[in-house]
């Protein structure tokens, strides 16, 4: 039986960060809600759907979904940190695709 090569994996060289539940402040305005998103793009708490689509949208494997209140929402991300399950998978060269901070001189 042919084996299935595995899945492209993104750069090693550039790693997506993953933020820490202390560096996520809860709105000062009131939201459209709290969607929080597990696997995409990007992980973290957003507040309108747009912008939690930008993150997960065409993203195999994404998990997402919206919580009550932002304080239900912080809960189930940091027990997401503090597993593990937290991934962001940024597109290659998309919006969320992490920077080059330096170029190397020719």
Same mark, same amino acid.
């Given at each position: 039986a %042919? *084996?299935?090569p595995s %899945? =492209?994996r993104?750069s090693?060289s550039? @790693?997506a960060v993953?933020p820490? /539940?202390?560096d996520? %402040?809860? /709105? @000062?305005?009131? /939201?459209? +809600? ?6 995409g793009?990007?992980v +973290?708490?957003?507040?309108t759907w747009?912008d939690t689509? !930008?993150r997960v ?9 919206k919580?009550? @209140?932002?304080?239900?929402a912080l809960?189930?991300?940091?027990a997401a ?5 937290l991934?962001a998978?940024p597109?290659? +060269?998309? =919006?969320?695709? /992490?920077?080059? !901070?330096? @170029?190397? *001189? =020719?």
């Open positions: %042919a *084996s299935r %899945a =492209p993104a090693t550039r @790693t993953i820490h /539940p202390s996520l %402040a809860e /709105p @000062t305005s009131k /939201p459209e +809600g709290f969607y929080l998103v597990i696997v793009q990007e +973290g708490i957003f507040y747009k689509a !930008l949208l065409e993203i195999s494997g994404a998990i997402y979904y919580c009550k @209140t932002f304080q239900q809960a189930d991300y940091t940190y503090d597993k593990g399950e991934r998978i597109s290659p +060269g998309g =919006p969320f695709w /992490p920077a080059v !901070l330096r @170029t190397p *001189s =020719p």
